[in-house]
């Protein structure tokens, strides 16, 4: 298990906030902005979504506290969506009520397709209330994400628009890296177009070029949106992105329950694969 949890460090920026509030420091060294994840998801026990809650609360401090430039992202499942609507999005106000007091964001990751709508209900519920300081994810997979952009954009809500990371079947979601390219790309024209500072969270350098290419075509400004990435992944393309002058966000996750998190980074890649099983019979 320490050999484990020594892999997953590749992604995972240690187990205690204080090792990714240094993270996020060095990051912004190189103006790169963050978005620290407590990792959790799937929370079956209401001490353990309110130890979570209490987690976030005090990020949220100590980010104010020390000045680091990083918002949070978490899952509602982490908050208690598999025990009970009503009592995650309470949850979810107390968390982002305290962002809102500090100027701060609270960005909701999506999840699994089992999840999208009640996902969508909460983040709806919360934008009502909180309005900016709360922003959703959109997964260019599934099917039905343009018309979840569609109605997103009518309230201006802020989008960050990845792939997607789970398994999905065919009959809701792209399964060829074509179609979910030009599936990512019509979505992304969305939210250039009428969306409200759209995050580009992608390493898929087709998908870097083409909006660099798309924002210089159309006149559209640095500050009108940001790239995202993943911590750990494309380190030195996340430093380009920067030094070129573009708005970059990168996802600092940290924690112990890395697990979920890591399987879903090894599954991206089978390279990753590879490094694992050859790291973990090397003498
Ligand atoms: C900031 C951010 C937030 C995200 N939030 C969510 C979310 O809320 N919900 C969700 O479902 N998904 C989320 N994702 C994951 C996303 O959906 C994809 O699964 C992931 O980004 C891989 O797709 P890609 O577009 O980066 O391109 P890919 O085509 O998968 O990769 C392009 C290149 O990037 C590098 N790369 C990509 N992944 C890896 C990896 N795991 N290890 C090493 N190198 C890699 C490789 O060089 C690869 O050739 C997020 C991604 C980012 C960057």
């Known amino acids: ?32 902005t963050g978005t620290l994840d407590v ?45 009970d609507d009503e009592y995650c999005y309470q949850n979810m106000v107390k968390i982002v009520e305290k962002a809102k007091k500090y100027n701060n964001f609270v960005r909701i990751d ?12 909460i983040f709806y519920r919360l934008h009502k209330e909180f309005n900016d300081s709360v922003g959703i994810v959109i997964q260019a997979y599934l099917f039905r994400s343009e018309k979840d952009i569609e109605d997103l954009n009518k309230i ?35 939210l250039f177009s009428n969306g409200n500072y759209p995050a580009i969270a992608t390493h898929d350098d087709y998908l870097i070029d083409w909006t660099k290419n ?35 966000r990168i996802y600092i996750p940290f924690g112990t329950h890395w697990l979920p998190y890591f399987y879903r980074r090894l599954r991206e890649r089978k390279e990753n694969v590879w490094f694992v099983v050859k790291n973990l019979f090397k003498k």
């Open 1 to 32: 298990m320490r050999l484990l949890t020594k892999l997953a460090s590749a992604f995972v920026a240690g187990e205690t906030p204080d090792e990714a509030m240094k993270v996020v420091k060095r990051l912004n060294e190189k103006n790169i």
């Open 39 to 83: 990792l959790g998801e799937n929370v079956t026990n209401k001490e353990e979504a309110d130890r979570a809650v209490q987690a976030y609360l005090d990020l949220l401090d100590t980010i104010n506290q020390t000045r680091v430039r990083s918002y949070v992202s978490l899952k509602l499942t982490q908050m208690g969506l598999d025990i």
């Open 110 to 121: 999506m999840e699994g397709s089992d999840y999208t709508q009640k996902t969508l209900d």
């Open 156 to 190: 201006k809500a802020r989008v960050r628009l990845c792939k997607g990371a789970y398994k999905e079947p065919p009959t809701i979601a792209y399964k060829k890296m074509k179609d979910i390219r030009k599936n990512f790309i019509k979505l992304a024209e969305m």
């Open 214 to 248: 798309f924002v210089k075509e159309m006149g559209i400004s640095n500050d009108k949106f940001e790239f995202q990435m993943l911590y750990g992944i494309r380190t030195k393309t996340q430093e380009k992105l920067a030094k070129e002058g573009y708005n970059i």
